[in-house]
Structure formats: C-alpha cells, structure tokens
C-alpha cells in the first residue's frame, strides 16, 4: 500500500456526482473514474476486503487524488471522458481511434449539393446522412450517387464562378444547375429523388421513376423517359447487391470478446435499413482489466466523441450484458437528448446480427494474437542473429525520397514490440543540401533526429539506414558526433543496401564500424521483419516526396505573382480548373475575377506565359 493518508482524504470527500483523478509520485495522472456517489465509490479503494489485483497495484502508486464535482453522472461521465482522452492514464482501458467518421451532406442551397464531410456543423444547413465507418466506405457511396442521380459535387466556389458547363455534365453526371442547362424543377426532383435513396427508400425511388418515365414516353418525351429508364436500371442493380431491411433504421450492433488479456470489438453500423460497414477495434487494456470495465471504458469512449462526427443511434446492440446498462442507457438518452436504448437479448435480425458481430470479434482476435505471436517470433530471430543481450524495444529506419533532386523528403518510421508504431512516425523536408546528395540528406535527417539528448525510451536499439555503404559511413560519422546524447544506450547501425535487381531478398545487410556483411536466409522471419520496416520507410517517404512535389506543382507559378496571395490563388484554380487552365485564361478572362484587377491580369497572363 502507499503511504497516501486515504482515511483523513475520505472525511473530506461529498457524496456528490463527480470525476476522481489519481497522481503517482511523479504528479503523473494514473487513473481517472467517475462517480454517481465520489465517497462511496473512493471509499472502495482503500478498503480492507479490497483483493482485485489491478486495484491493489493502483492504489499502491497513489500519493494525490483530485476530485470534480458534477451536477449528474452524465456531466460527470463527458467529464471522464474528456480527461482520458488528455492525459491518457496508465491505468484505464484506453480506446486509441481518434479518426471522425464521414457523413454524406446534401446542402440546403438553390441547387444543393452532394458532398463528403467530416463533422455535422450545425452553422451550415443541410441534410446528413451516416456516419459511415470509413473514407473509403463514404467516398464509394458518392460516386455510386454520382452515377444514379446527376446533382453537383463541386465545391460552391467553383460552381458560383462557371461560365459554361463542366467534364461532369459532358458525362451526364451533373445536370449542370451553373449554366441553368436543365429546368430548376427537374433539379429539385433529383435531389429529392437522391435523399429518398439516401433514407432507405429505394423501392419507392424505383416506383416513382417507373411512373415518370411511362408518363414521358406517353406524351413523346423520350430522352426524360430513357434517362428515368437508365436511373432505375441502375438502382436494380444496387438493390442487388445490397442486403436491406425494412425495419432497421439506425442502430449499432456490438460484438465483444475479452481472452488472453487482449480485448476485441467488432462494430456493425446499420443506418436508415442499410450495413454501411463495420469496424474492428483493440483498446489497450492494463493487466488484471475486468468484463465490465472494459465493456463500459469502450461505450463512453467511442460514443462521447460526438466532435469526430460519431452520433449516439437510438438503438445499440450488445452481444454481452453489463452491470452498468441500464444507467448507460438513462446516461445516453439524456446526453443526445433522444431515447436510445442498449439492447443484450433479442430476436428474428437483430438476432443474427449480434451472432455476426460477436463472431467477427472472435475471428479479428484470432487474426491479431496470431499475427502478435508472429510478430514476437521475428524479433526474437532478429535478436538471436545479432547476438543482442537485451530484447529489441524500438527499431528505426530512414529512407531519402526525390524525383531528380526536387523536393527531397526524408522518413523516419518506427516499429516497437507491437509492430508498426505509426504515432512515432516523422517526416523531414530537405533542405539546403545539393540536389539529389542523398548521402547530406541521411546526414541531415539525423542530425536533426538526434540533436537534443535522448530519453531512453526515446534511443532505438536499431537504426536501419536505407542505402549502402555510402549512406551508413554518413550516418555513422553523424551519430557518433552526437554521442554524447546517448548516455543511456547507443544504438546499433544497420545498412540495407539493395541487391542485384532489387529484387527482396538479396538485400544486403552492413553492420557499422566493421562493415561486415549479415548473413540472413531469404525466408529467414527474422529478414522478413526488417524487409517490413524497409518498405514502410520507402512507402512513407515517397508519399511525402509526391506531396511536395505536387503542391509546388499546383501552386508555385501563382505564389511567385505579386499581389496574388492564397484567397486569389485557390479561386483562380477552382474557376479554371487548374493551373492550365488559368495559363490558357486571356488577360480579359482573367479581368472577369471578382477581386483582379486589369492590371493584376496582365501580370498574371506574362507571369505563366513567360518563355
């Protein structure tokens, strides 16, 4: 136990709602929990009978403990919340996914728009339709919409400043409102048309357009009728291939397993009668974390960050019950202002749902403690084969990127016992430096890695160097010039210079000072691993190469023009598609611009059209 004085702290403490936050000797949060009752539930701590050995452990690191007063649970559970996420405490169960969750926005405009966005703002009217689990799920239903209903997805810039129709009306993708090329009244249709689908309804978007296009054909219009005919072609075809159910509209479906200390989530999210995906997810979990602990760390974690754009649904489904449901779902329902209710026993759908959920949970945790296992595996042969004392911590590898010498980008990424540790990852844009001197970029990056002292945790035991020997004698002379930042260990060096074709596996290994070449067989797990590391730094390098290189491509000519700064820039490029099309513009059609003058025209035409 810890010489924290809990008997005379206890007196002090009300009987109030409110937040409790443990510091270790270091002034360091360890612990934050909430509280209906803060005397009764700190009280638990400290007592005799207590036994659990996570508690045990906590309470012997104590030496503070501050307290918030809170006029309910519910404030006192956002509270929780918001602290956890601050200060990442050593021992809660801490769910790392700070991503938002994309909706799909149809604006309140004359001529709306469909678009992707991030978060609901309440300041900018319109419709929204989601969340969607991910980018990738959200961006495929855009362009699925694009393709059944031609309404506009450009930026309202670009559309208020268009003269004549764009590519997207040429593909009959848009019924280009700009230019007034369709009857308003048919714009509002397929809008309306384009929320209905967007609600579930798609049967009775089908039925609508069937009406509409024996109308057309009766009274001799046939390009409306063939267009109402491709419209209900195409959404056929997608109710198809999409499973939907008529009564489900908004709920979340939970499958949860907790074994061998890892815990694993697995999220369906239905929305307005459709699975827009799901998720997998693995809080960390400190040692000895019970059932219910971590089931109602993950509840107030994921469903309290409602500013990434994650709403509460009206119905969640658990495949495993909790002591604290019922006041989850009375907490819930006041804090969206709405009921919503968290549902353990059920039947027909939502049955089969929960037994999908639970399923893939189950199987997502299989694939992570193989992978795990794998992954320890790889080490271990790592560390077998450079005869290392201690195990392998932290490994780093650097890798230059540059097309011809422009823009040269440099990565760091890091891997730790867990594998890829992508929050530890950096980039480095090089400078001052000969262009395509890849040796005085290795030179640089780690200087500038490795110029202030090191904290231990902090030193890798491996750097890796993407190059051959050139490259390594760089980053040995650059790194011993720093020794003295490196009390508590050095790292070892490591070449990875690339073999006869490039071809893995007949990548050549150089240990620093003696140079010696490491022998590691082509299916040896221990190369696999380094491999790995290799061809992240590369992917990573050369996506921030690519980057750069396009931003100066995009924009340099323009930011070299007087008087034309970021707010005339970005609206020249939106009203001509780009910058060839604004080297193409006349100075008259430059004039046009609200904002540039006739003489910040002329400018700008013999800036881009310079020999």
């Known amino acids: 136990m810890s010489d924290f004085p809990a008997e005379q702290f206890l007196k002090t403490v009300t009987t109030d709602p409110g937040v409790y936050r443990m510091f270790d000797n270091k002034n360091v949060i360890i612990y934050v929990g909430k509280a209906k009752n803060l005397k009764k539930r700190l009280s638990s701590y400290f007592s005799l009978t207590q036994k659990h050995p996570k508690t045990l452990a906590l309470v012997s690191h104590i030496v503070n403990i501050e307290v918030t007063v809170t006029h309910t649970e519910t404030e006192a559970l956002i509270l929780e919340h918001n602290f956890i996420k601050q200060y990442m405490p050593k021992y809660n169960v801490l769910l790392r996914d700070d991503k938002s969750y994309p909706y799909l926005f149809i604006s309140d405009h004359k001529h709306p728009q469909l678009t992707l966005v991030r978060t609901q703002n309440r300041k900018r009217k319109g419709t929204y339709f989601g969340p969607y689990p991910s980018g990738g799920a959200v961006r495929e239903s855009l362009h699925l919409m694009q393709k059944l209903f031609p309404i506009r997805q450009c930026e309202d810039s670009y559309y208020a400043n268009r003269s004549r129709p764009c590519l997207q009306y040429q593909l009959k993708r848009c019924l280009g409102p700009c230019v007034k090329a369709m009857p308003e009244t048919e714009y509002a249709h397929q809008v309306e048309l384009a929320s209905e689908f967007l609600l579930g309804k798609s049967q009775r978007v089908i039925d609508v357009l069937i009406d509409e296009m024996e109308t057309a054909s009766e009274t001799l219009e046939f390009e409306k009728a063939a267009l109402r005919r491709d419209q209900i072609q195409s959404l056929k075809r997608v109710q198809e291939q999409q499973w939907v159910s008529g009564d489900i509209e908004q709920l979340d479906v939970l499958g949860f397993v907790y074994e061998h200390g890892i815990a694993s989530f697995h999220l369906l999210f239905v929305r307005q009668g459709r699975i827009l995906g799901s998720r997998n997810y693995f809080p960390k979990v400190p040692k000895n974390s019970n059932f219910d602990e971590i089931l109602t760390a993950f509840l107030s974690q994921f469903y309290l960050s409602g500013q990434n754009g994650r709403a509460i649904p009206k119905e969640i489904l658990l495949s495993d019950d909790f002591s604290e449901r019922f006041t989850f779902t009375e907490l819930f329902s006041e804090y969206c202002g709405y009921k919503t209710t968290l549902k353990v026993e059920m039947r027909g759908e939502r049955a089969k749902f929960v037994k999908l959920a639970k399923r893939n ?94 904290s231990i945790e902090n030193i890798p035991d491996i750097i890796f160097i993407d190059g051959g020997l050139g490259q390594l004698n760089q980053a040995e002379m650059i790194i011993s010039s720093l020794a003295e930042n490196f009390t508590e260990k050095y790292p070892l060096l490591i070449g990875i210079a690339k073999g006869e074709g490039r071809k893995a596996g007949l990548e050549k290994l150089i240990l620093a000072d003696s140079h010696e070449i490491l022998d590691i067989k082509s299916d040896s797990p221990a190369l696999h691993l380094i491999q790995q590391i290799r061809d992240e730094s590369h992917r990573f390098a050369i996506t921030g190469h690519r980057g750069q290189r396009d931003k100066k491509r995009r924009t340099s000519t323009l930011e070299d023009i007087a008087g034309v700064g970021a707010k005339r820039r970005q609206l020249l490029l939106n009203h001509f598609g780009g910058l060839q099309g604004v080297k193409a513009a006349s100075i008259d059609e430059l004039a046009k611009i609200n904002g540039i003058s006739l003489a910040l025209a002329e400018n700008i035409h013999e800036a881009l059209n310079l020999q």
């Open 361 to 454: 949970a189950l199987v997502a945790l299989q694939t992570h403690l193989s992978q795990k296992n794998n992954v320890q595996q790889r080490y271990q042969l790592l560390e077998d084969k450079l005869d290392l004392i201690e195990p392998i911590k932290r490994m780093e590898c650097y890798d230059i990127s540059h097309m011809m010498g422009e823009k040269t980008v440099a990565s760091c990424v890091v891997f730790d016992r867990e594998g890829a540790k992508k929050s530890a990852y950096r980039r480095f844009n090089i400078t001052g430096i000969t262009p395509g001197d890849d040796y005085a970029a290795m030179g640089q990056v780690l200087a500038r890695r490795f110029r202030e002292k090191q």
